[in-house]
């Protein structure tokens, strides 16, 4: 059977609450690599007419069990933030992608909750989560164009609730 490669794009969504804290999950697979990894929700796209939109609400129901399409709403809203990072993938990480291919482009999206809420996490993924305030979770996360989305998070936050009041 042949190879499944991954596509080189993917999404990353921070989950927060208005007060600012994030939830953070850890790679099943960085104990094998020799640390924890912690990280923001991410996955890439399942092909590649797939939007960014329905990328990023499979993921996070992936991932965490949270469910964030228009049907459901009020409880979580989530946001474009028209953002996109282009970074070497990891050399750990290479083997999962096609021959040659070095780079990946990540999609970034915010997505508010009302409040910390357990997640139900895939174990073959991840291993555990915790909210932490913004800044923390930045510290903590093992990928620099992670810890600089959450950095970002003060301004796409308020630029969400303008949007939202906007709306109402």
């Given amino acids: 059977m042949p ?6 794009q993917s999404v990353l969504v921070v989950i927060y609450t208005s007060a600012l804290d994030v939830l953070l999950i850890r790679r099943a697979d960085g104990d094998d690599l020799g640390g924890e990894y912690w990280q923001s929700v991410t996955g890439s796209k399942d092909c590649l007419n797939e939007d960014w939109r329905q990328t990023a609400e499979r993921e996070v129901a992936e991932e965490t069990g949270i469910v964030c399409t228009p049907q459901a709403v009020g409880q979580a809203t989530l946001i474009d933030w028209q953002l996109e990072n282009i970074y070497d993938i990891y050399p750990q990480w290479l083997h999962r992608y096609a021959p040659g291919v070095t780079r990946n482009t990540e999609h970034l999206f915010g997505l508010q909750v009302i409040q910390r809420c357990p997640v139900q996490l895939n174990p073959r993924e991840h291993l555990a989560y915790q909210w932490l305030p913004y800044q923390r ?26 949007l939202r009041a906007v709306t109402t």
Wanted: proline letters at 9%; glycine letters at 4%.
């Fill in 3 to 8: 190879q499944i490669f991954k596509i080189p």
């Fill in 137 to 162: 979770a930045a510290e903590l996360c093992f990928s620099p164009s992670n810890a600089e989305a959450i950095l970002q998070l003060p301004r796409f936050a308020l630029h969400a609730a303008g």
